[in-house]
């Protein structure tokens, strides 16, 4: 871990801090020893992690607290990096890995008078019983009971209830809690394990994809006074949330023009014909003329029922407008779909085309139609390879280009602060 920094490339540091030096390098200890026994290599191991990962995200600088190592800690179902704390798994690695292989013990100990609840796991079982006072420890003790998969259950248990007691440990903020609810949005953690490919661009700079994940661990990254510079209408938020949600900074269509660029790249690969950019000469606005004709993002080509479809993109921020209660995460980018829907889908219907909104949101959550077009697309990448590995290739390398339009959006204002 500490020779990371040797890198000086967070996307790569990250990748190999989570996949290489993470707490699977600790994993055959804390399954196979009592935690008490575990209970220094466990804070040794934290502490190093922390550190680590405090390094890629602000190199030193200041704002990484208590609150961003838990949700750096979190698995990314979450919302959290999947930096599994060691403490958090020495909870219930020795338990489920004597559950898991109760019925071997029992082959190999029935003739020996050995009893099944020795002192040992007694023990591991009261240690798991006060993190998780409202599990049904005792369908863990026996094997006629036990999950097929204890490990995988336990984790679920106790993670889910750590991300549920989030506001009982910390005092949040109404838009902190929004952000939270947002990262555990569908697929708003794909790009975080795209592996660095920059001719399918899915690299950043240092700078971008610092910035990203502190706009996610909801570091500061602006002063608070500042005005924003071209629509002076909005303070620039020491969280960067007005940089991308602001319509008249340039970064706006940037990000729009680049998740599109991708995904027509991804359908050419795929093999699916489509044309950026295709005047179809009906998309506009039934309350505006004909003279605000427009073409449409992508035209995929025979692709509903034999009808060609106008595939059209928009990005939204969750957090515009936040009021002090009432948020509902994936709400806005429902809305977003909707609105498009009404806008276009009669036309396009009127002139027996198909379509498709895809809407995401700035945390990389998708829309239900976004989601269902790219699950289609993935099967056709799937029919078309023969190796059955990079199941969620389509949804990663997207939810990549998205974080890359915003990380663009936050640096271009003050690159300097995030160096």
């Not at 996949?19 to 290599?41: D, E, I, W, Y």
């Not at 029935?110 to 240690?127: F, T």
Request: include cysteine.
């Amino acid at each position: 871990m500490k020779l990371l920094p040797c890198l000086q490339d967070p996307q790569c540091k990250l990748l190999l801090l989570r996949s290489c030096m993470g707490v699977a390098k600790l994993l055959f200890g804390l399954r196979t020893c009592q935690p008490h026994l575990m209970a220094n290599a466990v804070t040794c191991f934290d502490d190093g992690l922390r550190e680590a990962i405090e390094d890629i995200v602000v190199c030193g600088g200041s704002y990484f607290g208590d609150l961003q190592w838990r949700l750096a800690s979190l698995p990314m179902r979450l919302g959290g990096l999947g930096l599994l704390s060691a403490r958090d798994v020495g909870v219930y690695a020795f338990v489920a890995s004597r559950a898991q292989s109760c019925v071997l013990q029992d082959h190999i100990l029935r003739n020996s008078g050995v009893v099944k609840l020795d002192v040992d796991y007694q023990q591991a079982l009261e240690y798991l019983s006060v993190s998780l006072p409202d599990f049904d420890i005792g369908g863990i003790s026996n094997m006629d009971t036990a999950p097929s998969k204890p490990q995988k259950t336990l984790a679920n248990a106790l993670f889910d209830k750590i991300a549920r007691s989030l506001g009982e440990a910390f005092d949040l903020s109404p838009r902190q809690k929004a952000v939270i609810e947002c990262l555990k949005g569908p697929h708003a953690q794909d790009f975080l394990t795209v592996i660095p490919i920059e001719g399918l661009g899915q690299c950043m700079s240092a700078v971008e994809y610092r910035a990203i994940l502190k706009y996610r661990l909801m570091i500061p990254m602006y002063p608070e006074d500042e005005t924003c510079p071209i629509c002076h209408k909005a303070c620039m938020d020491k969280y960067g949330e007005h940089a991308v949600h602001c319509k008249e900074l340039p970064g706006f269509k940037y990000r729009h023009d680049w998740v599109r660029d991708v995904l027509g790249d991804i359908l050419r690969r795929a093999g699916i014909s489509a044309k950026k950019e295709a005047p179809v000469n009906f998309l506009t606005d039934p309350m505006e003329g004909r003279s605000t004709l427009r073409p449409a993002d992508l035209l995929v080509f025979g692709w509903a029922g034999g009808k060609h479809a106008c595939v059209d993109l928009t990005g939204v921020s969750p957090l515009a407008g936040l009021r002090e209660s009432g948020f509902v995460a994936g709400q806005a980018i429902r809305k977003a779909e909707s609105k498009k829907v009404d806008k276009h889908a009669k036309a396009c219907a009127d002139n027996q085309h198909a379509f498709v909104p895809f809407a995401f949101d700035t945390f990389g959550s998708l829309a239900p139609e976004a989601i269902r077009l790219l699950t289609r697309v993935q099967k056709v990448v799937h029919s078309s390879c023969s190796s059955t590995g990079g199941q969620g290739f389509v949804f990663n390398r997207l939810g990549f280009a998205i974080q890359k339009g915003v990380a663009a959006q936050l640096v271009a204002r003050l690159p300097a602060l995030l160096m």
